[in-house]
């Protein structure tokens, strides 16, 4: 069976100067070849820097792209890999305090919490609409999303990049 090919972005929120050509080697290793990332300052955090950089790999490269940039200290980032017709969509984002959270993700871009996952925060839950939030809210990555949005917004003034040719 042919590999999937499957595509996806890498937003890297916040990283210390120092550490720029270090992250640019980790996901160059991980894509099997040498990247250079469009580094600018990042206006929420002093000292750091940002950058996005769109991928295209084999299924289950977001993973692995995560993977080689976490546990680095002072790095918020984000990896994104599209679902493909073999494989399911992801959501990875890592920040120094909260460590790195996955999330399967839907042909939109929209989180998708599978069965197992709803049947344990119903169960520890208990009945509880209060502790069912938190469980859902833990689920979905709200605290990650809530620390990174400051970041996100930081980008809105960043040059558009069309990935895809129409037609």
């Not at 209060?130 to 949005?149: I, Y």
Request: proline letters at 5%; glycine letters at 10%.
């Amino acid at each position: 069976m042919a590999s999937s090919q499957a595509r996806g972005a890498i937003f890297i929120h916040s990283a210390p100067r120092a550490l720029c050509p270090h992250l640019e080697w980790a996901v160059g290793r991980a894509l099997g070849r040498a990247v250079n990332f469009d580094w600018c300052e990042q206006p929420i955090l002093s000292g750091s820097r940002r950058a996005e950089f769109y991928w295209e790999g084999h299924a289950g490269m977001g993973a692995a792209l995560a993977t080689a940039m976490r546990g680095w200290e002072h790095l918020r980032f984000e990896v994104s890999e599209d679902p493909t017709p073999r494989s399911d969509g992801g959501r990875w984002m890592h920040t120094p305090g909260l460590g790195i959270h996955y999330a399967q993700t839907d042909t939109a871009g929209n989180v998708v919490i599978g069965e197992d996952r709803v049947r344990y925060a119903l169960e520890v839950a208990a009945g509880d609409p209060v502790e069912l939030q938190r469980e859902l809210e833990v689920a979905l990555g709200a605290a990650w999303d809530e620390e990174l949005e400051p970041f996100r917004h930081a980008s809105d003034d960043a040059p558009v990049v069309w990935l895809h040719k129409v037609g």
